[in-house]
């Protein structure tokens, strides 16, 4: 007996009780006469016989329905597709959104130096209609610098006055408004 037949002859053995096998290998009628075949049951046969009797598609109908379904796949592959390509031209959109506040950008630097300018000339307009009108505070102003002015005038003639006066003629002939020369200054 070679290996496989000694391993069934173990699992009928297991299997049912009372069979024997003979010197010749084949099985024998246990006490009641019945043969056992309990490797598969009637249940399974049944099975097995009604999966087999099933109709099957045929090669032509399962190439269409890899195509409807390849077909499904490519459409939703496009879809999300196009949806990223709107997510991305929005998100772009908002950062140059967000850059276009800054300087970096020379496209962009000349339309904010535009805007800059209009409104420099507007608040430049608006002021010349308030000292047309006669605005409070540009009065105030005009005065404290007129004030300024003049007491600078006067402290400048004063000091020019008194030294030519109180000082001998040799210093005010090389006094200029221009730098000194370290060596006329130490004489």
């Not at 009637?42 to 399962?62: F, G, I, K, N, Y």
């Not at 409070?136 to 002015?149: F, G, Y």
Request: proline share 2%; hydrophobic share 25%; aromatic share 4%.
């Amino acid at each position: 007996m070679g290996k496989n037949q000694q391993h069934k002859q173990m699992q009928r053995q297991r299997h049912s009780g009372a069979t024997e096998v003979g010197p010749d290998g084949q099985i024998e009628l246990a006490g009641d006469g019945t043969v056992d075949v309990s490797f598969h049951s009637p249940a399974w046969h049944a099975a097995r016989v009604a999966a087999l009797q099933t109709e099957r598609m045929s090669w032509e109908d399962w190439k269409l329905k890899q195509k409807e379904e390849e077909a499904k796949a490519s459409a939703q592959a496009d879809e999300e597709e196009r949806l990223m390509r709107e997510y991305r031209a929005q998100l772009d959109a908002d950062r140059a959104k967000r850059l276009s506040k800054g300087t970096n950008n020379t496209h962009l630097r000349d339309t904010i130096k535009d805007k800059k300018a209009s409104k420099k000339r507007k608040q430049r307009d608006s002021d010349k209609e308030k000292r047309r009108h006669g605005d409070p505070k540009s009065d105030k102003q005009k005065k404290s610098k007129k004030r300024k002015k003049s007491k600078r005038q006067r402290s400048s003639l004063s000091d020019s006055e008194a030294s030519a006066g109180g000082t001998s003629g040799s210093s005010c002939e090389n006094q200029s408004d221009g730098p000194v020369r370290l060596s006329e200054f130490l004489k």
